[in-house]
């Protein structure tokens, strides 16, 4: 296995991280206090291509891989969460299951502007009796003629209340189960569809999660994506990028915390040295240093592997799996790192560790990653 980065993912990883640290480091606390979405840093990452990476240039993305998605989502979150979470959601769940199960119609349609920014994009399995557990859909797409009809509502929805386009999920056949579940494209402004209520946050402050409503909300048949009864069957597919995803978001996290723990251990003095000369500091760097290596391994496997349209279900729930809790367990030791600094808002570790909570629920929780790997083994030990 190939364990280096090109000169282009090298440029890369610098260019988004003085993006970063320039455009988005100033205005962390007041989005996060505010609850403030970054409207504009994030129309400025889709008119430099990052809204697009994974998708050809034909399709008016910047024909780049997981790999280098990875290290465009590693580097805002490193800065800032929010923002590398409504890149994720637009990207890795919206746009990449138009792509990967969309007509070539839908395609051309949806994809060159979600590409460019022009669009924000929002997906939405999600329901309050249904989140690990798909079967537990309510919403409703009945056929009625030309036109499918819409009832129900979708929660958690990151990029809710700035989505122009959304793929949600409904039932169309509730015998079939899991089979019996198709997706949809449904534009802002379509009749019957609106916003619901929008959720107040521990963290992920600066992205919208919100509630959206289905009420007789009428679609042409050419909105199906996908197969009929095939939504949650390709929900799944989608779900094992966006799980890569989550894992290079809770490194970027990681490392945020590391880099602030290390600046903070050098400066910090107690007893008449840095703290950084005591070995409890040093042994929680250390780990803190072993675990984001470990992490990287698990997450660029993955994310070669799907570079290289090989199956990786099992890669990514371990890559998620292992990075999330890892994430959680860094920006815990920073704020101990940095003591009293740590529980106040003029620290970054502060919100980091507000926010990496949700690295180990979203995308499929922890304990559902650990059914997804389980699954895999044994089915690759028959």
Known sequence: MEFDYSAEQIQLRKF??????????????????????????????????????????????????????????????????????????????????????????????????????????CWSLTEPEAGSDAAGTRTTAVRQGSEWVLNGAK????????????VAMAVTNRAAGHRGISAFIVEKGTPGFRLGKKEAKMGMRATSTGELVFEDCRLPASQLLGAEGQGFIDSLRVLDGGRISIAALSIGIAQGAFDASVKHARQRRQFGRPIAEFQAIQHKLVDMAVSLDAARLLTYRAARLADQGQRMTKEASMAKLFASEMAVRAAGEAVQIHG??????????EKLYRDVKLCTIGEGTSEIQRLVIARQILKDAC
């Open 155 to 166: 929660t958690f929805t990151t990029n809710a209340e700035e989505a122009h386009v959304c």
């Open 340 to 349: 009293g600094y740590g529980f106040i808002k003029d620290f970054p570790v």
């Open 16 to 121: 988004v991280r003085e993006f970063a640290e320039g455009e988005i480091a100033p205005h962390v606390r007041r989005w996060d206090e505010e609850e403030t979405f970054p409207s504009e840093v994030v129309a400025k990452l889709g008119r430099m291509g990052y809204l697009g990476t994974i998708f050809p240039e034909e399709l008016g993305g910047a024909g780049l891989g997981y790999v280098d998605y990875c290290i465009l989502l590693e580097e805002l979150a490193r800065v800032d969460p929010s923002v590398a979470l409504i890149v994720a959601a637009h990207t890795s769940l919206c746009a990449n299951h138009i792509y990967l199960a969309g007509t070539e119609e839908q395609r051309r349609r949806y994809l060159p502007k979600l590409a460019s920014g022009e669009w924000l994009g």
